[in-house]
């Protein structure tokens, strides 16, 4: 169970990366003047979403359900473990936008500012406060 939650870790340590840089990326787009740097944050964001996001994402959510596993009595009956579990759904939307940012980038129809995305970059930040601490002090 040690090396699963090592490894669970690692996997979430590398998603929440790509969840903090990722909309960091959409606000130096959305700021950039020239279609060359447009371009360039394009590749930048599609290699950073599929190469990274999506498959720390799948690796943490399959090790997590792993580790669920090995004691599904007690975390169904734990609180904290379901409001860990809400946070990682929200968690998981928001993902799921930023993937469809990436898609409207490459489109050519974002429409949002740059100070929306570096509001939308707090989002993973608030994430990560709760579920560390809801998974490390356990409260209720």
Do not use: Q
């Not at 998981?92 to 509001?119: Q, W």
């Amino acid at each position: 169970m040690l090396w699963v939650k090592a490894f669970h870790i690692i996997a979430m340590v590398s998603w929440f990366a790509a969840l903090f840089y990722l909309p960091r990326l959409f606000v130096y787009h959305v700021d950039a003047t020239d279609a060359i740097s447009r371009d360039r944050f394009c590749i930048m964001e599609r290699r950073l979403y599929r190469v990274i996001a999506i498959p720390s994402m799948i690796t943490t959510v399959a090790l997590g359900i792993w580790l669920y596993s090995f004691n599904t009595s007690y975390y169904t009956a734990a609180g904290w473990m379901h409001a860990k579990l809400a946070f990682v759904v929200l968690l998981l939307v928001y993902h799921h936008i930023c993937g469809a940012y990436v898609r409207k980038f490459a489109r050519g129809s974002n429409t949002r500012s740059g100070r929306f995305f570096r509001i939308f970059n707090e989002i993973p930040t608030l994430a990560l406060i709760v579920i560390v601490v809801l998974a490390v002090v356990k409260p209720f």
